[in-house]
């Protein structure tokens, strides 16, 4: 845990009613019209928390749209006076920063693209330096957990006291169904580093298609994040950016309703003396797997110094790859799914390799 963080709860957040968050809006602020359309339409749903629109748009290859600019600022300031509903807008230089809080823009984030470089996350901290905002910092496209914390340590120490954080996954080489990849396991290790830290899901970007929003949205909520951030347009088949992951508003109400919130805890008896039993039951297989490990790692110590007393390399691949094949073809008769017992297999073996190497080196 890292406990210099200082970090505001949700519950304290003002744009917080006590559900989920929901910020939604287009990718892009295009025109007057479609801003105002956007926000009035996502006003009415009463679901809608915070009205977002990209003003600045960090594109991946020149001469794409970039972005309306400081112009589309009077829209949300419009948006925010005849809607009531708080606005934000991604910020990636300290202009940027300047200009959305001279529009009263209620909430920032950092993108992707800027939460990767730590000079430019620095030169946005500064500009907030003694500014009481609401800043979201979205991972960086790359899965490296430690540079999303430094993003927040930045803002932390420029005294942003409600931060939090977007996961919106990471992008692969490798084409893949999402267009970017979850990586569930790095939020989750963002969590338990930063209780306190509220974590927002992004379902538009990690799926890049509409059809995927409502399954990430629900593995969000089950995995207790505190809510969401959702694309949404009145025409999204003509945005001029993020076209296909973007829905109307009123499929963006009809995915709300699909949405199943169940709570984090429970405080019915018999429901949690089952939960305890079956909890039971998983820790005695953990507590088997464990011996069963030390059993494995004391034969491959011993199969090091056998190996050792006659002169032989520890690593033998053709070994190794009649194992994995073994184990492979077992594992999918038993329901696992092959990519797991490869991983598994794999991480066992490193282990066996270390426990050996030691041996030979004693
Ligand atoms: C966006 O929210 O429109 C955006 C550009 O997001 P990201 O930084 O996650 O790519
Ligand atoms: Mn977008």
Redesign the pocket.
């Known amino acids: 845990m890292d406990q210099k963080l200082h970090i505001e709860p949700i519950q304290n957040w003002s744009i917080y009613k006590g559900r989920p968050l929901l910020i939604s809006g287009p990718?892009?602020a295009e025109t007057e019209e479609q801003v105002m359309d956007s926000a009035r339409q996502l006003a009415k749903l009463n679901k809608v928390d915070v009205f977002?629109a990209?003003i600045w748009?960090?594109r991946t290859r020149p001469n794409a749209f970039e972005g309306v600019g400081t112009e589309g600022l009077k829209w949300l300031k419009q948006v925010k006076q005849e809607t009531g509903l708080p606005t934000g807008t991604?910020v990636a230089t300290q202009k940027h920063v300047y200009e959305a809080l001279k529009f009263g823009i209620d909430v920032l984030?950092?993108?992707?693209?800027?939460?990767a470089n730590p000079f430019a996350v620095q030169e946005i901290a500064d500009a907030l330096q003694g500014v009481d905002a609401m800043v979201f910092v979205?991972?960086p496209?790359n899965p490296d957990l430690e540079l999303w914390i430094g993003a927040i340590e930045r803002l932390q120490a420029a005294g942003i006291k409600r931060i939090g954080a977007?996961h919106?996954?990471f992008s692969a080489y490798e084409k893949t169904t999402y267009r970017?990849q979850p990586k569930w396991q790095i939020p989750i290790e963002l969590r338990l580093r930063i209780p306190d830290l509220p974590l927002l899901c992004?379902p538009?970007?990690i799926g890049g298609a509409r059809e995927y929003l409502l399954e990430i949205a629900q593995e969000a909520m089950d995995l207790n994040y505190d809510g969401l951030?959702i694309?949404s347009h009145p025409d999204p088949d003509s945005a001029w950016?993020?076209k296909s992951q973007q829905v109307t508003p009123q499929a963006l109400e009809e995915l709300l309703g699909r949405l199943v919130l169940r709570q984090p805890v429970s405080s019915d008896s018999n429901f949690l003396n089952v939960l305890g039993a079956l909890r039971s039951q998983i820790d005695i297989f953990d507590d088997q797997l464990l011996d069963l490990m030390e059993q494995r790692m004391n034969v491959a110590q011993t199969i090091g110094k056998y190996k050792k007393d006659n002169n032989i390399t520890i690593l033998q691949n053709s070994r190794w790859e009649e194992i994995v094949k073994k184990v492979v073809a077992k594992g999918q008769d038993k329901g696992l799914s092959a990519e797991f017992i490869d991983q598994m297999f794999k991480a066992i073996h490193l282990e066996s390799i270390n426990h050996q190497v030691k041996v030979m080196n004693a």
Request: proline share 4%; with cysteine; charged share 30%.
């Open positions: 990718c892009s977002r990209g748009k960090p991604e984030w950092i993108g992707a693209r800027t939460s979205k991972n496209v977007i919106r996954g970017n992004d538009s970007h951030m694309e950016s993020d």
